[in-house]
Nanobody
Framework: QVQLVESGGGLVQPGGSLRLSCAASGSIFSIYAMGWYRQAPGKQRELVGTISSGGRTNYADSVKGRFTISRDNAKNTVYLQMNSLKPEDTAVYYC??????????????WGGGTQVTVSS
């Protein structure tokens, strides 16, 4: 069984920074892309950014230049460094991973989410 657990959310003032972490654990054979999504109240879940197993990143236009995704393959962990935060970044942030739990099984997994609130 695979679990993704996010941490690092909280309340921050506009212009501040937060760093989210997401650790994958359980039966993991290999991890391909990992990423972050977010969902604000009353809105659909949207992509924040992704990172390939080789470290190639892709970001939503709304966060380019402010957010940075990185990963530690040895720890099966992905990070989201968020700088210059704005009130519109307020959302529940979800971790996602495309991985194999064994040689024959590949699937997409989600974490339970962590709340980020940007407010003065």
């Amino acid at each position: 069984q695979v679990q993704l657990v996010e941490s690092g959310g909280g309340l921050v003032q506009p212009g501040g920074s937060l760093r989210l972490s997401c650790a994958a654990s359980g039966s993991i054979f290999s991890i391909y892309a990992m990423g972050w999504y977010r969902q604000a109240p009353g809105k659909q879940r949207e992509l924040v950014g992704t990172i390939s197993s080789g470290g190639r990143t892709n970001y939503a236009d709304s966060v380019k230049g402010r957010f940075t995704i990185s990963r530690d393959n040895a720890k099966n962990t992905v990070y989201l460094q968020m700088n210059s935060l704005k009130p519109e970044d307020t959302a529940v942030y979800y971790c996602n991973a495309d991985l194999r739990s064994d040689y024959f099984s590949r699937a997409n997994y989600w974490g339970g989410g962590t709340q980020v609130t940007v407010s003065s």
